[in-house]
Every structure is written in C-alpha cells, then in structure tokens.
C-alpha cells in the first residue's frame, strides 16, 4: 500500500467530516492541507465550510463540552461516529484504509454503545459541525474557530480591538486586568513566518478562562490554538501580519465586528483608510534571521495554505 493510495480527496473529505462531527481542533485546518499538499490536493478552505454546514456535531468534548476523550472512546470510539456519519452517506466508505480495507470494511457492524456521548443526527448536540472558516477585511485569505466551543452569546460580537504584537504582551495585558468584559484582544506577529512558527496561544485563551471572560472576550490571532482552547478564538488570520495583512493594519480601539453564523470577521475601518495604513506600514526585523528558523520564516506560507514551505 502507497501513501498516495490513502491520501485520496475522499480520505481528506472523510478527516474533515469526522473533525467537524466531534468538534476537533482548528489544528485540522492546517495540518490536513499540508498533507494533502505533499500529494497534490488542494484543500480549498470554502470547501471546508460546505462540509462543516452538512455535517452535524455529535460529539461534545470538553473543554468546550462535556465529555472526554476516554468517554468517546468507552462509546465506540472514532468508528462508531462514522458509522453514524455513514449511515447518512457522509462517508466515503469505499475509500482504502491503511488496513489494506476499506472504511466500509473497518466499520462494519460497529454500533453507538452510549448514545448519550455519541448523538444521533436527531439529537446532535448542533446542527452544523465543530469548525467554520470566518471571512472578511481582517481576514481576506480566511480564519477559523471552532465553534463548538464558542459560548452561545458570543457567536456575534462586537468591540474595541486591544492590540499585541506577542503572545507575552497580551498575557501580561491579561493578568494585570487590563482586559475588560467586550474587549477584543488582537494578537499578531505569531503566525508562521512572524512568530517563526505559529505558537500556540494557549496561554492566552487560558488566561482568559482563568479571569472568567472566555463568555465576554474574544481573541483574533495570526497564531494557532491548542485543541485544549475554549471560547471566541479565532486563529489563523491570513494573509498574516508579516506579509503584510490586514490584522497588521489594526489600532488599538479600532472596533471589530465577528459574526460566526454569517461566517465574517471585520474591522469596522474604511477600505481607504485601511489602504492610508498600509502605506505607513513597515514589515518588523524578523525574529529570527539564521539557522533553520531564519530561512523557515523566509520559505513559510500562510496559514490559509497549511503554512507549506514555498
């Protein structure tokens, strides 16, 4: 067996379905096109939405849910949702496994043995799948957020942007309470060519929890999220702001508007203005300019891409 022969757009299709059936990490948008890159699949983000809308949420792991993985695990597991999955012709079955079988094969038979962690499509914890693809001026080449974990009252936000050019600064921001109820904290120069290397901001989204704001504050970044991240984490921005991107354009006190649903995220400047600001903008020294890093953050792409070396 080949990787070529598993590595199919049905074997991607199949990933994408399943990660938006259990509420997976925003990770997937970024590892999953890189994959498929090494193979020559283009993994269109738009696409990534059309599977999420069809796709219910039937699994709901914490930190977002309830549940946990051993839960899942004790329910059927991973085959068990696709069984659900396919029963609905959401599953490409006849597509090879690396058993040397194909899905069908592997999930034959497999049954949901607590409902109660593994939903029916009936009773899905949400009608559509775990991740979105936002668009807008802030984020022209996309950005995603898992929105299984997002709090009801904070799938359409609006506020004043609070801007960090590190991961460090927005933490420090956070803890010495400068961060109130309706901020949103903007942290940027953490994508893959700026960080170098996209960190996670896992640091800053549990902050956030830890002060009792993950259902009052929202956080935009060029930078990634643990699957570990709750909240209104939108991540990903492309392009990002080392190349140049809107989030780089952005003023502290800009107002920001997310809508989830409607699948936007927009700074509320206009289009001249924001043409004004990237003329007076100037690319930083890169943080890192030798060794492996150095020539990393010269060849990366942006996360819209899955951050592939060019």
Same mark, same amino acid.
């Given at each position: 067996?080949?990787?070529?022969?598993? %590595? =199919?757009?049905?074997?991607?299709?199949?990933?994408?379905?399943?990660?938006?059936?259990?509420?997976?990490?925003?990770?997937?948008?970024?590892? %999953?096109?890189?994959?498929?890159?090494? #193979?020559?699949? &283009? @993994?269109?983000?738009?696409?990534?939405?059309?599977?999420?809308?069809?796709?219910?949420?039937?699994?709901?792991?914490?930190?977002?849910?309830?549940?946990?993985?051993?839960?899942?695990?004790?329910?059927?597991?991973?085959?068990?949702?696709?069984?659900?999955?396919?029963?609905?012709?959401?599953?490409? =079955?006849?597509?090879?496994?690396?058993?040397?079988?194909?899905?069908?094969?592997?999930?034959?038979?497999?049954?949901?043995?607590?409902? *109660?962690?593994?939903?029916?499509?009936?009773?899905?914890?949400?009608?559509?799948?775990?991740?979105?693809? @936002?668009?807008?001026?802030?984020?022209? *080449?996309?950005?995603? #957020?898992?929105?299984?974990?997002?709090?009801?009252? /904070? /799938?359409?936000?609006?506020?004043?942007?609070?801007?960090?050019?590190?991961?460090?600064?927005?933490?420090?921001?956070?803890?010495?309470?400068?961060?109130?109820?309706?901020?949103?904290?903007?942290?940027?120069?953490?994508?893959?060519?700026?960080? $170098?290397? /996209?960190?996670?901001? %896992?640091?800053?989204?549990?902050?956030?929890?830890?002060?009792?704001?993950?259902?009052?504050?929202?956080?935009?970044?060029?930078?990634?999220?643990?699957?570990?991240?709750?909240?209104?984490?939108?991540?990903?921005?492309?392009?990002?702001?080392?190349?140049?991107?809107?989030?780089?354009?952005?003023?502290?006190?800009?107002?920001?508007?997310?809508?989830?649903?409607?699948?936007? #995220?927009?700074?509320?400047?206009?289009?001249?203005?924001?043409?004004?600001?990237?003329?007076?903008?100037? &690319? $930083?020294?890169?943080? #890192?300019?030798?060794?492996? @890093?150095?020539?990393?953050?010269?060849?990366?792409?942006?996360?819209?891409?899955?951050?592939? %070396?060019?």
């Amino acid at each position: 067996i080949r990787p070529s022969e598993i %590595l =199919t757009q049905e074997a991607f299709a199949n990933a994408f379905t399943v990660d938006m059936a259990i509420g997976g990490s925003t990770n997937t948008v970024l590892h %999953l096109p890189a994959i498929a890159h090494e #193979v020559g699949i &283009q @993994l269109d983000l738009n696409w990534v939405n059309e599977v999420g809308y069809k796709t219910p949420h039937l699994t709901h792991l914490r930190p977002g849910g309830v549940h946990y993985i051993q839960d899942l695990d004790q329910a059927g597991g991973i085959p068990a949702v696709m069984s659900v999955l396919a029963e609905k012709g959401l599953i490409h =079955t006849a597509a090879k496994s690396v058993t040397g079988k194909t899905i069908g094969d592997n999930i034959a038979g497999v049954k949901v043995k607590l409902p *109660d962690v593994i939903h029916s499509f009936d009773n899905a914890y949400h009608a559509e799948g775990g991740l979105a693809v @936002l668009w807008g001026n802030l984020a022209p *080449d996309g950005c995603v #957020v898992k929105q299984a974990a997002v709090a009801p009252e /904070m /799938m359409r936000h609006q506020g004043p942007a609070r801007v960090f050019d590190s991961e460090e600064a927005a933490i420090r921001a956070i803890w010495d309470g400068k961060i109130v109820a309706g901020d949103i904290i903007v942290i940027r120069y953490e994508g893959p060519k700026g960080g $170098p290397g /996209m960190r996670e901001m %896992l640091g800053p989204t549990s902050s956030i929890a830890g002060m009792g704001l993950d259902k009052e504050v929202a956080l935009l970044t060029d930078g990634r999220f643990s699957g570990a991240s709750r909240g209104a984490s939108i991540g990903h921005i492309s392009p990002e702001a080392m190349d140049g991107g809107p989030i780089a354009l952005v003023r502290e006190g800009d107002r920001i508007n997310i809508d989830i649903p409607g699948r936007k #995220v927009d700074i509320l400047v206009s289009d001249a203005e924001l043409a004004k600001r990237k003329l007076e903008w100037k &690319q $930083p020294e890169p943080r #890192v300019k030798t060794g492996y @890093l150095g020539r990393y953050s010269r060849l990366v792409t942006s996360a819209n891409t899955g951050a592939v %070396l060019k």
